[in-house]
């Protein structure tokens, strides 16, 4: 995968117009959520540095990325004969976008650019896959098309300074779930553990210090994380999830489950299940953890997710409790899966 993070000392924006130019973009639209385009000037400072080269805004992206959203951005993009996708915001603008490009390429037209200057710790713009919910079945699809795949991603924690804490810190539990994910996948790549295991370790000592705003190097470190936490996954050979992402994704959808949230209902879940089976990988993400033992037996598995929790010191409620009403007991899920997954024969492949 060609795509990597540009490693500049924050001021990403300062680029933007740069790199506009160097891509020959005549018209660029922005792709945000309404948050940051309302609430914040940071939407506003984007389309500054675009010039003369902005061609509009679309701040209705939202979470889990509903169809309507993506035909009313098709349809802006449309009008405003865009060739550039500019991205700021989460996993819900940025699987927004993914979508958007694949019209033009399915008319014969060439793909937009897309440059994504992301705000949380999801990590899609690695990846060429999105996805997309069907708003009468609530169930969520998507395509994998290398065609998808963001070309320029921008990392700036100053732009991240905005971000809810809550929506970072579970954000970041998804690049864990990720980063877990990938490494006891059973035939992950040794480059690929690597940077599994160094993203573990580092949200192990970041993300917590990266809920105060002005700790940006953290909150950088957590950007770079979360980038290994992913990249590989789709152009490796034989490499992918297992539990935790799949269950998220559908969790998310049906019940307007937050993405992070749905982590730390599924991770615990799919660590006990997928125990006797990934019993090595779960010692090494022990050790990337810092847990003291350098083994993970059935009970240590549970026990030392809840130590993450805890340390990473989420809140139990909040905006995510009137959301959905898994939040204050997530364990009441978690139960019902697993019990569900215990009556599911062990597949002969992952």
Not at 9 to 17: D, G, I
Not at 151 to 163: F, H, K, N, Q
Not at 323 to 328: A, E, I, L, V
Request: glycine share 6%; charged share 20%; net charge positive.
């Amino acid at each position: 995968m060609r795509t990597r993070p540009r490693r500049q000392r924050h001021r990403c924006t300062e680029r933007t117009a740069g790199i506009i130019a160097h891509l020959g973009v005549e018209r660029a639209l922005v792709l945000t959520g309404q948050t940051l385009a309302t609430k914040t000037d940071l939407a506003a400072k984007v389309e500054r540095t675009l010039g003369a080269a902005h061609a509009g805004t679309f701040a209705e992206c939202s979470q889990h990325v509903p169809a309507g959203t993506v035909d009313a951005c098709v349809a802006q993009a449309k009008d405003a004969r865009a060739d550039a996708l500019v991205v700021f915001g989460g996993g819900s603008p940025i699987d927004t976008a993914k979508m958007v490009v694949r019209h033009p390429v399915d008319a014969g037209h060439a793909a937009p650019h897309q440059i994504v200057i992301p705000t949380t710790l999801s990590a899609g713009e690695f990846t060429y896959a999105a996805g997309m919910t069907d708003e009468t079945t609530r169930v969520k699809h998507g395509p994998v098309d290398p065609v998808t795949q963001p070309g320029v991603i921008l990392y700036d924690p100053e732009l991240a300074r905005s971000t809810p804490t809550e929506l970072w810190l579970t954000t970041g539990i998804k690049a864990l779930d990720h980063a877990i994910e990938g490494l006891w996948w059973p035939t992950c790549h040794p480059f690929l553990e690597t940077l599994r295991l160094g993203a573990i370790a580092d949200l192990t000592v970041h993300l917590a210090r990266s809920s105060d705003p002005d700790a940006l190097e953290d909150r950088l470190a957590c950007q770079h994380a979360a980038w290994k936490s992913i990249w590989g996954l789709l152009s490796a050979r034989n490499v992918g999830f297992r539990l935790s992402h799949p269950l998220g994704h559908q969790i998310g959808a049906r019940w307007d489950v937050p993405h992070g949230v749905t982590s730390r209902i599924s991770l615990p879940v799919a660590a006990r299940f997928l125990h006797e089976r990934t019993r090595d990988a779960q010692a090494k993400i022990a050790r990337a953890m810092g847990c003291p033992t350098a083994t993970l037996r059935h009970r240590q598995s549970r026990r030392s997710s809840i130590r993450w929790r805890s340390r990473a010191d989420f809140p139990r409620r909040g905006p995510c409790a009137r959301r959905s009403r898994w939040w204050p007991r997530p364990w009441r899920m978690s139960s019902a899966i697993s019990a569900h997954l215990t009556r599911i024969s062990p597949p002969a492949t992952p």
